[in-house]
Structure formats: structure tokens, C-alpha cells
């Protein structure tokens, strides 16, 4: 009859060598089964440019002891995790589970360890490659826009007629808009106004009227002009 007990307890003792400073028993003394924590770490060690911190992702991995392990599976948790999102934490726990279907029959917690561990290193060499392509998508997008600042748009007939449109239907507005803005008369020049007002006929007599400088002109002195001998070419 198997010692299930006795097998648990070996374990532990033999995790503690290996984990001295990472494992950490959570259950008290006079629990039933053991509870304890291992923090599983890793860094992507391609993909990363030069400079750049590499992707690192962890988790603490719950592992606790049934009441007839290892013939059956731990119970496997994941309390906490970084630069992990949910979906990854479930997929890993769905991986362990499948490893320690491998593994009844014998103490298994070392291995799902070591399976867990090289699960995580998988995700960040992922992550990193991911995280590398969207930098340089994102640069061959800024470099495609900086591009087309310098190039311009490149003119069709489709493109210059929509242009001329738009064009000749801003004209119109701007000469509507200064049709309404201009005075409706037209200022007369002084030939016009003199033409067009006859009052401005006589307004140098009346100006030299108002002056008292009116010369009275007797037209009779005037009236015998045609009997005048007057010699073309005096000397």
C-alpha cells in the first residue's frame, strides 16, 4: 500500500534543496495537505534589439498536495502573474494539466516546474517578436506618411476636376460676397457729374457774383464787327 504521506513529505524535502530561497510553504503545520508557492521566471533572449530591456514574464505557481498524490494530479493555481494576461495563465494551467496526466504514478511537481518554465520562455521570445514587428510597423508607418508630405498628391483627371469645382464654386462666392459689400451706384467721375448736372453750367458766374467780380458786357459794341477792316498780316 502506497505511503502517500510519506511520499508528499520527501518531496517537499527535496524541493526545499533544490529551491531554497523561491519556495514558500503556505499551509500551516496541522493543515491535511500541503500548500506551497514556486515563482517561475522568464527573459526572451532573441528578438530583443540592442539597448532595449528584454521581455521578461513570471508567475507564482500553487501547487497542492490530494489526499492520494502523485496517483492523481496536485492541484495547480497561478495566484499572480507578470506581463501575462489572463488567457496565457489559463492556457498554462491547461498545459500543466495535460504534463500531469503524463506524469501519475510519481512525484511530478520538479517536472510541471520544468515544463511551466520552458512554457514561459516560449511566450516571451513571442511577445518580444511581436513587440519588435509592431515597433517596426509603427516606423515604417511614420516613414510612409513623412514620405507622402514630400511626394504630394499625385494629380488625376478625377483629382483636377473635383479641384476645378471646387475652385470656380469659390470664385463664385467671393464675387457674390463683394457684389453685396460694394455701394449699387457707381462714383461719377467730374466730367460725368458736370454732364449730368446742369446747374454746374453757370456755377463760375454765380461764384464771381457772390464775389461782387460780375463784369457787365454791353453786346451792342459787338453787333458791327463785320464792317471792321482788320488786316490779317500787320507788322
Known amino acids: 500500500m502506497t ?12 524541493l526545499e534543496s533544490i529551491y531554497p530561497d523561491e519556495l514558500e510553504i503556505i499551509s500551516e503545520e496541522d ?9 517561475v521566471k522568464a527573459e526572451a533572449q532573441e528578438n530583443v534589439p540592442f539597448g532595449e530591456e528584454p521581455m521578461i514574464v513570471s508567475c507564482v505557481l ?7 498524490y502523485p496517483d492523481e494530479a496536485p492541484v495547480m493555481e497561478i495566484p499572480s502573474s507578470e506581463n501575462l494576461e489572463d488567457e496565457h495563465t489559463t492556457a498554462l494551467l491547461e498545459y500543466l494539466a495535460q504534463q500531469a496526466e503524463e506524469n501519475l504514478g510519481m512525484v511530478m511537481v520538479f517536472t510541471l516546474y520544468s515544463v511551466a518554465q520552458e512554457w514561459l520562455m516560449e511566450k516571451a521570445e513571442e511577445m518580444a517578436l511581436q513587440r519588435q514587428e509592431e515597433k517596426e510597423r509603427a516606423a515604417k508607418e511614420l516613414e510612409e506618411l513623412e514620405r507622402k508630405k514630400f511626394e504630394g498628391t ?4 478625377e483629382t483636377f476636376l473635383a479641384w476645378k469645382d471646387k475652385f470656380d464654386a469659390e470664385m463664385a462666392e467671393m464675387k457674390r460676397q463683394k457684389a453685396v459689400q460694394e455701394p449699387t451706384s457707381k462714383k ?11 446747374t454746374l453750367d453757370d456755377s463760375d458766374v454765380r461764384f464771381l457774383e457772390e464775389d461782387g ?6 453786346e451792342t459794341l459787338f453787333q458791327d464787327m463785320d464792317d471792321l477792316d482788320l488786316d490779317e498780316d500787320e507788322d
Open 62 to 68: 500553487q501547487f497542492t498536495y490530494t489526499a492520494t
Open 213 to 218: 467780380d460780375t463784369v457787365q458786357v454791353d
Open 3 to 14: 505511503d502517500y504521506k510519506e511520499e508528499q513529505a520527501n518531496e517537499i524535502e527535496a
Open 154 to 157: 499625385r494629380v488625376t483627371i
Open 31 to 39: 493543515a491535511e495537505f500541503h500548500c506551497f508557492h514556486i515563482p
Open 188 to 198: 461719377l467721375t467730374g466730367k460725368e457729374l458736370f454732364m449730368s448736372d446742369n
